[in-house]
């Protein structure tokens, strides 16, 4: 990213050399992501992270669709989504929100059952960002696309890059979203996949780069760490996926067998390797992770986005544990980084303060 941070700063929209320097590297990126994600360059649209990637698929495509401007989605999403529902649900379009099962799993006939013909989009994530239950996206765009051939399908991705894999034809989604900091690329950077084809009206208006799909002077450096972040992903996928569930899997053993009545929310199957949702009976959440953060380690009630507030969590309350239990629930991560050492050391230390909370 450096060298797009000084000598090679030229706007890639200008005319000059310098800018035709970074305006190769911006698509060489969007070609290296592209080829990741099994799409077409042209189908790689740069935003500033999931939150835009979200707003822009799915208000892009309802806005796009009239006189079909209804959303179809769960109970479970971020709130990037959620609250999109909410704001075209001022506005005056329908929306529904479909339930799912105690863990936070949804039935792909519910999803496909909840669209009639008033529907333009269906939005389901990937992978939950608090308890990492997986979704069967290709079973659930199988039904959809079956009964409604007209209703685009989106996934909001974030939660999902590092450890699955992401192959655009295979799902069958319209719009995927990803993130660019859950794989350690930039914060602030994101990437929407746009099926070719899928037109969308856009949420920012200026100077139409993006072919018109998001306006503004794209930022090359995190364009090219994006793509860098991307492939190193993807080149240390199968090892994480083996060696970091391994470390969570390690955790949830040890956070059980040291606090006897802990409760695992996290599903046993069908479940992301770098989550573990476990809910402490007894003990508020909001002084656990205080006492923890002290402590040295870092955990969290929710989303990252969110969990600064004392809030209940709207997917653990979606998944049918009470507002007390919810507020007993901490979420704990795990990254490229994380070791076995780290996993007893945190588990010890849970341990301790359950028990003198207790």
Known sequence: MAPFASDAFGNPSGVHGVSRTAKNALEESRERIAAIIGAQPLEVVFTSGGTESDNLAIKGAVLNSAPRQGLV??????????????????????????????????????????????????????????????????????????????????????????????????????????????????????????RNGTALEPVIHGGGQELGRRSGT????????????????????????????????????????????????????????????????????????????????AASAGSACQSGAATVSHVLEAMGLTPDQARESVRFTFGWTSTMEEVDRAATIVSDIVSRLR
Do not use: W
Not at 225 to 251: N, P, S, V
Not at 262 to 290: C, D, I, Q
């Open 218 to 297: 794209h930022d090359v450096a995190s364009a090219v760490g994006i793509a860098a972040a991307a492939q190193a992903a993807l080149d240390d996928r199968d090892r994480f996926e083996t060696e970091i569930k391994a470390i969570r899997d390690h955790m949830e053993q040890r956070v059980v067998a040291v606090v006897e009545d802990a409760v695992v929310n996290t599903p046993k199957t069908g479940r992301s390797s770098h989550h573990l949702n476990v809910r402490f009976p007894g003990v508020r959440n909001e002084t656990l992770l205080m006492l923890l953060d002290q402590s040295g380690v």
């Open 73 to 194: 989605t769960t109970g479970i999403e971020h709130e990037a989504v959620l609250e999109t529902a909410d704001f075209l649900k001022r506005l005056g379009m329908p929306v529904t929100i479909v339930g799912v099962d105690s863990e936070a799993r949804v039935d792909p006939m519910e999803i496909a059952g909840a669209v009639n013909d008033d529907t333009a989009v269906v939005s389901v994530m990937m992978v939950n960002n608090e308890t990492g239950t997986v979704q069967d996206i290709a079973a659930i765009s199988r039904v959809v696309k079956t009964l409604h051939p007209h209703v685009l399908l989106h996934t909001d991705a974030v939660q999902a890059f590092g450890c699955e894999a992401i192959d655009v034809d295979a799902l069958g989604v319209d719009l995927l979203t990803i993130s660019a900091h859950k794989f350690g690329g930039p914060k602030g950077s994101g990437i929407l996949y746009v």
